[in-house]
Each structure stands twice: as C-alpha cells, then as structure tokens.
C-alpha cells in the first residue's frame, strides 16, 4: 500500500478562489514537504514542516500556507489562487535522523486554476 | 546558496545506446548527492545517492561517482532500453536538520526500440 497519499489528484479552481491540497504518510517520518513542478524548473520547495504544529518555508512560499495538526497529514493551501499557480504539486516525507535524508513522494495533484 | 545543474533538458536515444546525463552541483562541505527516476503519472522515487568522495552508486545498470574535485555526479548507463524512458533528477541534501532537497531541473529521456 502507498506510504504517501494525496488528495485530490486533479484540482480544477477558479482565480481568488481557496484550495487545500492534502497530504497523508504512513511512513512515521518526522519531516514532510511541498513541493511544485514546472518544466524547465524541476521541484521546487514550497513549505515544509518537522513534525506536528510546525511548519517552514522553503524556497517559493510566497502565495501560499501550510498546516501539519499530526505527524501523519500535511496541508498546502492557496488562499487566494491564481494561474500562475496551475502546476503539479508533490508531497513528500523524510527522516532527517537518517543518514542519507531519502525522500518519499506521493503521486502528485495537478492543479488548474483558471 | 546551494544549486544543481542538469545541462541537457531532453535526450532521445535507441535501444543499446550509452547514457550520460550531466549534473554539476554548487555546495559547501559533503552534501548527499541523489538521482531521482520519475515515471509518467508518478511522484519521483530514489535510484540511487552517494555521500563520499569517489563513491560509486548505482542501480537497475544505472551508476554515478561522486567527484567533489568537479562537483559532478553524472548519470550513466551501458545499454539503455525502452522502459528506462523517464524524467531524471539530480538533487542534492545536507545531513540533518531540514534535510532539504534541492533539485536540478530534471532530464526527460525518450528511448525509442
């Protein structure tokens, strides 16, 4: 079974209005991550947390928040959406106790905002 | 700050052809270097990494060595085939605390039979 669950997995929304994409590990990782994707950038980091009630920004925040209430679920929200937020959205969880800092991604949520 | 450079963003080959894919990256210390394989409608998902100087990774007849002397970790393999036809990223992540990855801006490699 799938450690790293998204829903929903496609997202058509309207410009101004809100969207929450979610995120569930079954991992038992501390750390878990948003991330979005667009040709000719690769992943970048959105938000990130290291375990429940916190979260970080990462490298692109701007247009967004996130929530983390358990160490199992992690929220990325667009409060007031645009187009240029139309992209594919990946979450992923890790364990920096580990050596190596190994990540595993869900299978994405594409997101359209017209 | 920290970055990773992928140079080709498209390689089309045939079946038994060689693969390199060049990735160059800009770090202080000894970062752990990935390449992450992703499949069409997947998230992507570790290949292999490395954490040392010289050190050789490697899976499914895919290799990399870490080379800090010129900050390269370039993806290779002898014999490619079809169902290798994917997007490859290069990433990089520092032990510990956050342990971000950083990513390049991936590789979609196409191999026709």
């Known amino acids: 079974e799938a450690a790293v669950t998204q829903s929903p997995r496609n997202k058509v929304a309207v410009t101004g209005g809100k969207v929450t994409l979610s995120c569930n590990q079954t991992?038992?990782?501390?750390?878990m991550y948003w991330y979005r994707q667009d040709t000719g950038h690769g992943l970048r980091l959105i938000h990130y947390?290291?375990?429940?009630?916190?979260?970080e920004k990462g490298d692109i925040p701007d247009g967004y928040k996130a929530s983390r209430p358990s160490q199992e679920n992690f929220s990325l929200i667009l409060e007031l959406a645009t187009p240029s937020q139309t992209s594919v959205y990946f979450c992923a969880s890790g364990d920096a106790r580990g050596s190596y800092a190994e990540q595993f991604f869900g299978p994405g949520t594409r997101l359209t905002v017209l | 700050g920290d970055s990773v450079t992928q140079t080709e963003g498209q390689v089309a080959l045939s079946e038994e052809d060689f693969l390199t894919i060049h990735c160059n990256y800009s770090a202080s210390g000894y970062p752990t270097l990935f390449w992450y394989v992703q499949y069409p409608g997947e998230g992507p998902q570790l290949l292999f990494r490395?954490?040392?100087?010289?050190e050789k990774g490697s899976s499914r007849g895919f290799e990399a060595t870490y080379d800090k002397g010129t900050t390269s970790f370039h993806l290779r393999k002898a014999s490619v085939q079809e169902s290798d036809s994917a997007v490859y990223y290069c990433a990089l992540s520092h032990q510990g605390g956050s342990a971000k990855l950083i990513f390049g801006e991936g590789t979609k490699l196409t191999v026709s039979s």
């Open positions: 947390s290291y375990g429940a009630g916190s979260t």
């Open positions: 490395a954490s040392r100087d010289k």
């Open positions: 991992n038992n990782h501390n750390n």
